[in-house]
Structure formats: structure tokens, C-alpha cells
């Protein structure tokens, strides 16, 4: 069956440092991935899509990286700040609809 | 609006009744998903309409749970006879069509079945 797998345990990093989560898949071969943020009660903001012929795309302090032989994506926050403590997810699209993982929470602690 | 609407913000019903959510997508989008967000889970896909296309409704968990959309635009989620573990989080989406990179979220409307 299709997985979409991320870390359950919280991710605690100090401010300043990067912070990288993973999002691995098992039985999709996806158009493209995308990663959301995530505050509590809130509905999931859209970060960054990178398509499966991209290897590295970048967004301001946001790097995230496709490996589709590995089948699995990074995500990395550079220069963390406590205002980027969040839950963040994956998500993997071929067309339709979008399948999501559980998500990696993330602390910065300053 | 500027964004996607979704009402109620909160529904308390008692188990056994019906209820209805609505979702007011962006103007003009033609995708629109319903997801569900159970306490401290993912995000699990429901339905997915595109433009005049049937929808996709391999996501739905029962045949208590339907939905349609109307003129192309507004949605509404009925979910028939609800029981305690339909409690969660509705949440809806929508962006301009297939392959188009990012869902637009709405708040979600939170479902509690006593």
C-alpha cells in the first residue's frame, strides 16, 4: 500500500540552527511534493513544491531536496527562529488528489 | 472572499443526527478537496471534485459521508447519521486545477459528536 512516512517524534532545536526533516514514501511515484506548514487550529499553509525532475529547490531560509530513487524528501530550515515552530507536512501528488503524511512538530527554542 | 471560507468553525451534535459543512472555495478555482484531521493526525483525503469531472470520492470512510458541489463552487459535506469517531477536524481546499502546485486551506470546521 502507498506510504507517506514522517518523523512522529517532535524535532527540538535551538535558534540558529537548521532544522531538517524527512518525508520518506513507499509504492507512489509522484508528479511533484510539496511541503505545508501548520499552526495549531489552523488549516495547512502551502511552503514549497518541487517536481520529481527538480533535485533541489529553495525559498528563502527553506531548502528542500527530492530523491526519487531514495523516495524520500528534506526539508531544511536554516537560521531557525522560534516563529518557525510548527507542524510541518508532506504531501504527493501524481493529479488529483493529494495525500498527506502525519507530520514532524517542530520547537525552536531561543 | 480572498480566501476559503468554511462554516461552521464549530459543530457540537449528538451522535445519531445528521449535519451539513459548507465550503466556499476561491473564485475561479476549479479544485476542491475535502480532508479530515483527527486529534494529532495527517490530514486524510475524503473527496476531490475537478471543474464538471465526476469527483473522486475513494477517500470517503462510509456511505454515511456525501458530498456535492454546486454550479462549481460551493461544497457541502453531509455526513448522515454521525457517530462518535466522526469527530475531527473538516477541513476544505482548493486551488486553480490538476497539477497546479498548492492547496489553499480554509480554517476547518471542527466536529464534535457527543
Known amino acids: 500500500s502507498q506510504k507517506i512516512e514522517q518523523n512522529s517524534e517532535a524535532l527540538n532545536i535551538q535558534e540558529g540552527k537548521t532544522a531538517t526533516l524527512t518525508c520518506n514514501y513507499t509504492?507512489?511515484?509522484?508528479?511533484?511534493l510539496q511541503w505545508y506548514r501548520q499552526d495549531p487550529g489552523r488549516g495547512p499553509v502551502f511552503l514549497l513544491l518541487?517536481?520529481?525532475?527538480?533535485k533541489e529547490k529553495r525559498k528563502e531560509r527553506l531548502k528542500v531536496t527530492f530523491d526519487t530513487t531514495l523516495k524520500q524528501s528534506l526539508f531544511h530550515i536554516t537560521a531557525s527562529q522560534p516563529a518557525d515552530s510548527a507542524t510541518y507536512l508532506c504531501?504527493?501528488?501524481?493529479?488529483?488528489?493529494?495525500?498527506f503524511g502525519k507530520g514532524t512538530s517542530l520547537l525552536v527554542t531561543p | 472572499g480572498a480566501g476559503v471560507s468554511q462554516s461552521p468553525s464549530n459543530k457540537v451534535t449528538e451522535k445519531g443526527k445528521d449535519v451539513e459543512l459548507r465550503c466556499d472555495p476561491i473564485?475561479?478555482?476549479?479544485?476542491l478537496y475535502w480532508y479530515r484531521q483527527s486529534l494529532g493526525q495527517g490530514l486524510e483525503f475524503l473527496i476531490y471534485?475537478?471543474?464538471?469531472?465526476?469527483?473522486?470520492k475513494s477517500g470517503l470512510p462510509s456511505d454515511r459521508f456525501s458530498a456535492e458541489r454546486t454550479g462549481g463552487s460551493v461544497s457541502t459535506l453531509t455526513i448522515q447519521r454521525t457517530q462518535q469517531e466522526d469527530s475531527a477536524v473538516y477541513l476544505c481546499?482548493?486551488?486553480?486545477?490538476?497539477?497546479?502546485?498548492?492547496?489553499?486551506f480554509g480554517e476547518g470546521s471542527r466536529l464534535t459528536v457527543l
Open positions: 504531501a504527493l501528488g501524481i493529479i488529483g488528489a493529494l495525500n
Open positions: 509504492n507512489y511515484s509522484p508528479a511533484y
Open positions: 518541487i517536481r520529481e525532475n527538480e
Open positions: 473564485s475561479g478555482h476549479t479544485a
Open positions: 471534485f475537478q471543474g464538471n469531472s465526476a469527483p473522486d
Open positions: 481546499a482548493s486551488n486553480g486545477g490538476p497539477n497546479t502546485g498548492e492547496l489553499f
